[in-house]
């Protein structure tokens, strides 16, 4: 059995830290094309905590365990023109939950799939670039197989500054196109096949602010549309459309003492589930020398639960869903990023702790018991063809 990789824990997609205000597709970029060809590879870990067995009928369960292996490429093209072409492997295994009963007691408690999840996921994301005087502009192409689910998405985006260079005005586009083909085996599933598609949309300003500070703010909007329900949850089933918005703004400020930089961003999202949530990150950091960098970074996460959500089924609903991600909580994570540079290479490590509870959240609700809580680390290896 695997799950659709739409549908997982966002750790899942995302195995290393992203910018709260650019879309998925998107990574760091200059004014100027690359002057010299870049690879790198990277080995990343996701482990979930077992599920207590005080939360669980028949006792604690193994939960998700991922490894995946990252390449990628960032190479110039003639003058104007840069070419990045990003691959990963990913393992999973373990187990989620399928759905949740009543005990004696009358609390709810979580009947995990068992240890049935085998899934291998790969993903070929090609990007090229086109650098001008006063911006850049760029074409995304993304293909991602599971055993149970197909994937491609195309994405194009601008930017330009403006005459003073100190203000960026950035856009962008994407579309996603799912097919989904629940496998089969000891746990039914909702559906033998489906399809979905994903549409985005993204604006944002950066903005020089001082010879030592920058401010970005980005605005998006996501329509999703057809299968949204989980085919491997017993009883679920979710409206056949789903709109998005986010808001998110951004600080940056480097202080000549002690040669550092404080990141500081938050996200505000709303959807037409009823979920809204809050996210702030704060991270710092610190150059030791020329070569070494140390970042320590948190993150707080709240989020309200869905209109449909509940922990007992309500068979007189049109809608329901007893899926964590969908409840409401609150979560707390930090972790600490280590760069060191060795003349053309470049050794990264990152380690994270994820930490979940229904009491830490700003919205009061039902608690799911099938909240999850992580470990992740990663650790990658650059060069640089000079």
């Known amino acids: 059995m695997a799950s659709p990789q739409a549908d997982r824990h966002p750790a899942l997609l995302a195995l290393t830290s992203s910018a709260l205000l650019l879309p998925a597709y998107q990574g760091a970029r200059a004014d100027a094309p690359p002057e010299f060809t870049?690879?790198?590879?990277?080995?990343?870990?996701?482990?979930?905590?077992?599920?207590?067995?005080s939360k669980t009928f028949g006792g604690s369960s193994q939960r998700y365990d991922v490894d995946a292996a990252q390449f990628h490429l960032l190479a110039p093209v003639a003058d104007d023109w840069a070419v990045a072409v990003d691959v990963q492997w990913e393992d999973m295994s373990g187990a989620s939950p399928w759905f949740v009963g009543q005990s004696l007691d009358g609390s709810p408690k979580v009947v995990m799939s068992g240890a049935s999840i085998e899934d291998t996921r790969t993903e070929v994301s090609v990007t090229t670039r086109y650098f001008y005087d006063r911006g850049s502009a760029g074409l995304n192409y993304v293909h991602s197989k599971e055993d149970d689910y197909d994937s491609n998405a195309?994405?194009?985006?601008?930017?330009?500054?403006?005459?003073?260079?100190?203000?960026?005005?950035?856009?962008?586009?994407?579309?996603?196109?799912?097919?989904?083909?629940?496998?089969?085996g000891s746990v039914p599933t909702n559906t033998l096949k489906a399809d979905k598609d994903i549409r985005s949309a993204w604006v944002g300003v950066s903005r020089i602010v001082s010879k030592n500070a920058i401010v970005r703010f980005g605005l998006s909007y996501t329509y999703r549309d057809g299968f949204l329900t989980d085919?491997?949850?017993?009883?679920?089933q979710r409206p056949g459309r789903r709109e998005e918005w986010a808001l998110g703004g951004g600080y940056r400020q480097y202080f000549m003492w002690?040669?550092?930089?404080?990141?500081?961003?938050?996200?505000?999202?709303?959807?037409?589930?009823?979920?809204?949530?809050?996210?702030?990150e704060l991270a710092w950091f610190q150059n030791l020398g020329y070569a070494t960098q140390v970042i320590p970074f948190v993150r707080y996460y709240s989020q309200d639960e869905a209109d449909f959500f509940a922990n007992i089924a309500d068979t007189d609903k049109r809608y329901y869903s007893e899926d964590y991600r969908l409840s409401s909580f609150g979560a707390f994570s930090g972790g600490l990023r280590l760069r060191q540079e060795l003349g053309n290479w470049a050794v990264t490590a990152v380690g994270e702790r994820y930490a979940t509870d229904e009491s830490w959240g700003l919205y009061s609700g039902e608690e799911s018991p099938a909240l999850v809580d992580y470990w992740r680390w990663s650790v990658g290896l650059d060069y640089t063809f000079r």
Do not use: C, M
Request: no cysteine; glycine share 10%.
């Open 231 to 236: 085919p491997y949850k017993l009883r679920d």
């Open 258 to 280: 002690p040669d550092g930089a404080l990141h500081a961003d938050y996200r505000y999202f709303n959807d037409d589930w009823g979920v809204s949530s809050h996210t702030l």
């Open 38 to 53: 870049e690879i790198g590879v990277r080995y990343s870990n996701y482990k979930e905590d077992n599920t207590q067995g």
């Open 154 to 184: 195309v994405a194009v985006d601008g930017s330009f500054n403006s005459g003073d260079g100190l203000t960026t005005y950035s856009a962008a586009l994407s579309a996603s196109f799912d097919d989904i083909k629940p496998t089969q």
